[in-house]
């Protein structure tokens, strides 16, 4: 069997970076290659030369032995290469069909088109109705959409990109099924992703990148899951340890809060009661897009509701945001840029958007420039986030540097209660745990700490208690300690509704 | 091939060097129509911007236009250079300009013919609160019902010259103008003139306010946290909002402040150069004080430079028009030059050009 797709000595360089230097490796038909690395380590730039969006600056591809070099993502696909990308691009005010035909160069009538999606949908275990609207489907379903346009295409090479961040376990096993069949079929699937136990479980070959270039070629299922991080970072990890420490009296308390959606296809937030104790780390779980925002801009002050939520007892419902970070309430949203910081504007003067009430940056509304440089500053020390200097942009810092400073920037404002959505989310391992930790120490000085989250390994890691967040409501709340991960699933709303998916590939695998 | 990319941060030198490389292009490519007119360019230009200060026959009239022209720009361009940068956009402020023009002659007019030095300072805060009072309409109709505050300013407009007409021939009539339209002569009588403040300067009690607009629009913008949450909320809304922005507050002083100044720009015009109330007595500084604001950046300094830049080229056009016969239409398409090849270089402050044969593709 000729090889499919072989990469040789491909580099490609960005101002100031090379992002691929010399990458080369080669994918057999019917394997399931992973591809490793930590963010910034060139996976996507990686990827994206292969689906043709990017052309390399040196080096050539082969695909089934013949030369390959696809200048547009066309190219790509009329030679058997498709691909899911991590944020998916679909309309929500369409149907699924619609959506599919839109990616199509000639799309057939709208009924033929809804058999095939039916057809494609029932051989490999992925049921979705094709008139029903996008905007009502849940990410898992909407990645299903994303499968299935590109099934659609009966590719040689299937690449998919950080596909089960915004899945559920037992979505991911459904998930999995389907690849497994394709596997079967005599699909190779290139499959990026820096979550090691789910490579372990489904790759036959993994190519492990650092810094923009090859460091290892393995068989993943021959090394733990450490080896596979410790190639991938290229160092021992530093574990993150929590004091343990008894916990104080109830700080924040939120009964029965109930909130519209914001936007058309938002979670309406049902219900939702929770209590978080001083020194306390509750772990929200929960898939993407299942009331995360609200309930962060509810905590925050952002959005207002009648008197549901409490500090010490007493209603703060009706306060907004500065008033609420006067008496200690702090929080960091999921975006980073556009919401927990402005792109544009330099370090100094994204201190100066939270900080200015508990750190005394303005007096009489006249704001104290060299006092919230200072800040700035301490943020940057503290929180060894790489910058030129405390001037530079917001958008010029990387994702993980970025990260730091905003997290940073509430730690060190004392807070009594800080609440924080994806506080990792694309952020590289070392910084990541660096984040994790600075929670840990907050909560070991008696902060009561709420982290939303869809790292289920990062809850298990430094939650004391874990509550589930699903279709806008709230689980009730269970000590970390102890939860497996299918527990976790079914808190999380087990498989949304897809266990016929589950009996429809047992039957295709049997059939 | 051609690449854009972008920069990690803006560059200084880019923000600085594009206005004047914005006025010498507009120089080339207007040089470039007035030769097509059969003018000769270089005589054009040197009309436009060299006669107005230093030829010897015109000087002594033209120079102190200069500030009479740039002192109602720069007041109006800098209260819309607060909106615009909190992504408000008021593009009213003729109408408000009217507006403030009309309650402050209407109040000095009311005390007629007392000559108390009273009555200047209450047609001063008449007129603010006049142009306060037309912009506010939209602000409260944006923030009650989320109406499109640049579609209602704009109409407002209209309604305005109307109201204008109608005061000119009817209520603010002068009773002994022998039935011609248009209200007392207001700088020809003590207690109601917009003096010139230093004779032969153009300076008048507008051209103060325009200064002391600058200093206390540096100020806000750098030192006070309004300023901030202005800059915050049009950079990134989101964020204003995390930060504790309340939006609608933001509306009303944006939209309030910029038709208060915008109608003390009315209220020194009407009591100073145009002199009465007349039907015709707006003159498009609204509109192109919008100029201003983003020629100078919606920077205080630089709508000060601007707008004296603008201003120049109002005076300097009109004498070309009188030397040359160059026809107005030209002269408001030179000027249109200004903004376009300013808005087109704005690119090089955020982009980095690169010249390259094999470009690389971006992201779809």
Request: with cysteine; hydrophobic share 50%.
């Amino acid at each position: 069997m000729t090889t499919l797709l072989s990469v040789d000595r491909l580099t490609k360089a960005y101002p100031g970076v090379v992002a691929n230097d010399d990458v080369s490796f080669a994918i057999e038909p019917g394997e399931v290659h992973a591809l490793l690395g930590e963010n910034g380590a060139g996976k996507s730039t990686l990827v994206k030369m292969i689906y043709g969006l990017v052309r390399p600056d040196s080096g050539s591809m082969t695909l089934s032995g013949e030369a390959f070099a696809p200048s547009e993502p066309r190219a790509a696909r009329a030679s058997g290469v498709a691909m899911v990308f991590q944020h998916f691009s679909l309309f929500e005010a369409l149907s699924v069909a619609e959506n599919i035909a839109l990616g199509m160069e000639n799309p057939p009538k709208m009924s033929a088109l809804s058999n095939r999606i039916a057809e494609v949908s029932q051989a490999y275990g992925l049921p979705l109705d094709p008139a029903r609207l996008v905007g009502t489907l849940s990410a898992g379903e909407r990645q299903r959409v994303e499968i299935i346009r590109c099934l659609l295409q009966e590719p040689k090479l299937l690449i998919m990109d950080e596909p089960t961040s915004v899945l559920t376990p037992q979505e991911v096993e459904i998930l999995f099924a389907t690849l497994r069949k394709l596997r079967e079929e005599g699909t190779a699937i290139l499959y990026i992703s820096h979550k090691l136990e789910e490579i372990r479980a489904l790759c036959d070959a993994a190519t492990i990148l650092r810094l923009g270039k090859v460091v290892a070629s393995c068989d993943p299922r021959e090394k733990s899951a450490r080896e596979l991080a410790e190639m991938m970072v290229g160092k021992v990890l530093h574990q993150t340890k929590s004091a343990g420490q008894e916990l104080g009296d109830a700080v924040l308390s939120v009964h029965d809060l109930s909130l519209p959606p914001a936007t058309q296809f938002g979670t309406r937030l049902a219900n939702v009661s929770f209590e978080v104790r001083a020194g306390e780390v509750l772990g929200i779980g929960g898939v993407a897009g299942n009331g995360q925002d609200e309930l962060l801009s509810a905590l925050s002050g952002e959005r207002k509701s009648a008197d549901h939520v409490f500090l010490h007892g007493d209603a703060i419902s009706r306060l907004g945001p500065t008033q609420r970070r006067q008496i200690g309430i702090l929080s960091g949203p999921e975006e980073r840029l556009g919401h927990a910081a402005a792109p544009d504007m330099s370090l100094i003067e994204n201190a100066l958007l939270t900080g200015s009430v508990r750190e005394n940056l303005a007096q009489k509304g006249f704001l104290n420039w060299p006092k919230t440089r200072s800040f700035a500053e301490r943020i940057i020390e503290t929180f060894d986030v790489r910058t030129p200097s405390a001037q530079s942009a917001a958008r010029s810092l990387s994702g993980g540097n970025l990260q730091k400073f905003v997290i940073g920037r509430e730690v060190l404002q004392r807070p009594e209660v800080l609440v924080v959505n994806q506080p990792t989310w694309g952020v590289d391992a070392a910084a990541a745990a660096a984040i994790r930790q600075a929670l840990l120490d907050l909560a070991a000085k008696g902060t009561a700490v709420v982290v939303i989250s869809q790292d289920l390994d990062e809850l298990m890691e430094i939650s004391d208690t874990f509550a589930a967040l699903n279709g806008g409501k709230l689980s009730a709340k269970v000590p970390a300690a102890g939860l497996t991960v299918d527990q976790i699933g079914l808190m999380l709303g087990g498989a949304h509704d897809m266990e016929v998916a589950d009996s429809h590939a047992d039957e295709a695998l049997h059939a | 091939m051609i690449r854009l990319e972008k920069r990690p941060n803006p560059s200084r030198l880019w923000t600085a060097l594009t206005p004047v490389l914005a006025v010498l292009l507009t120089m080339i490519a207007g040089g470039i129509l007035f030769a097509i007119l059969g003018k000769d360019p270089i005589e054009a230009i040197r009309t436009i911007f060299w006669d107005p200060l230093f030829n010897e026959q015109f000087a002594a009239f033209s120079r102190p236009q200069l500030l009479v022209k740039a002192g109602p720009l720069i007041l109006i361009a800098i209260g819309l250079s607060l909106g615009f940068r909190a992504g408000i956009w008021n593009i009213g402020a003729e109408g408000q300009y009217i507006l403030g023009a009309v309650c402050g002659a209407a109040v000095g007019l009311a005390f007629y013919p007392s000559e108390s030095p009273l009555i200047f300072p209450l047609m001063v805060i008449a007129g603010a609160l006049g142009g306060w009072a037309w912009a506010m309409i939209p602000a409260l109709l944006k923030i009650k019902f989320g109406t499109n505050e640049i579609l209602v300013s704009l109409m407002l407009v209209y309604v305005a010259e109307k109201l204008l007409a109608s005061m000119a021939l009817g209520a603010l009539r002068n009773p002994e103008g022998g039935g011609f339209p248009g209200s007392r002569n207001l700088s020809q009588h003590p207690g109601t003139a917009n003096t010139e403040l230093f004779p032969g300067t153009g300076m008048h009690w507008g051209v103060v306010a325009a200064f002391i607009a600058v200093i206390a629009a540096y100020v806000l913008l750098n030192r006070h946290i309004l300023g901030y949450q202005i800059k915050l909320a049009g950079q990134a809304p989101r964020a204003a909002r995390f930060a504790g922005v309340n939006p609608n507050l933001l509306v009303a002083v944006c939209l309030g402040l910029s038709g208060a100044l915008a109608g003390l720009a009315g209220l020194f015009e009407v009591s100073g150069p145009a002199g009465q109330i007349s039907i015709d007595f707006n003159s498009g500084y609204g509109f192109t004080a919008i100029i201003v604001a983003f020629l100078g950046r919606l920077h205080p300094i630089g709508i000060l430079l601007a707008g004296l830049l603008m201003a120049l080229t109002y005076i300097g056009g009109e004498l070309s028009q009188f030397m040359l016969g160059i026809p107005a239409a030209a002269i408001q398409a030179f000027q249109g030059m200004l903004l376009f090849f300013l808005l087109g270089l704005d690119v090089l402050s955020n982009y980095r050009i690169r010249f390259s044969g094999f470009a690389a593709k971006g992201a779809s």
